[in-house]
């Protein structure tokens, strides 16, 4: 096994770097205690804890359907519109982050955990998988 590695040194550290770059961002997600969750434990969330779903899609795709009672603030605007959404970190409300697929979402609730949010969750599989659970969208 140890001459295999010596022999094919390029090789391992070629996937070393591809597993990096795959689990980089559940790696993240898990040191930063940023919580995926299906769509049933975002309901859950939401009816039982007060949580406040914020979707980080684009106005075309809002447009198009969103959760109810979510809260729009597109991925590139979270910098600049941290301070609206500082009355739910004072409060310590629950933020759930959506987006189409989850991976948008998985960023903006990083960028909040980095701004001091401690309650925050990024819904797994995004509307997409919001959908497939046959939850509603509203336009």
Request: proline share 4%; hydrophobic share 45%; aromatic share 6%.
């Amino acid at each position: 096994m140890v001459e295999f590695l010596q022999d094919n040194w390029l090789l391992v550290a070629g996937l070393v770097v591809l597993a990096g770059i795959m689990f980089k961002g559940p790696i993240t997600m898990w040191l930063t205690g940023i919580r995926s969750v299906d769509p049933a434990e975002a309901v859950r969330l939401v009816n039982q804890e007060g949580a406040q779903v914020v979707d980080v899609r684009e106005d075309q795709e809002w447009q198009q359907g969103h959760i109810p009672n979510a809260v729009h603030v597109p991925l590139g605007q979270i910098s600049d519109r941290l301070t609206e959404l500082e009355r739910y970190k004072q409060s310590e409300t629950p933020l759930v982050m959506v987006c189409r697929s989850g991976n948008r979402s998985a960023s903006a609730a990083l960028r909040l955990r980095k701004a001091g949010f401690t309650s925050v969750y990024n819904l797994s599989g995004g509307t997409m998988a919001w959908q497939q659970a046959g939850m509603p969208l509203e336009k």
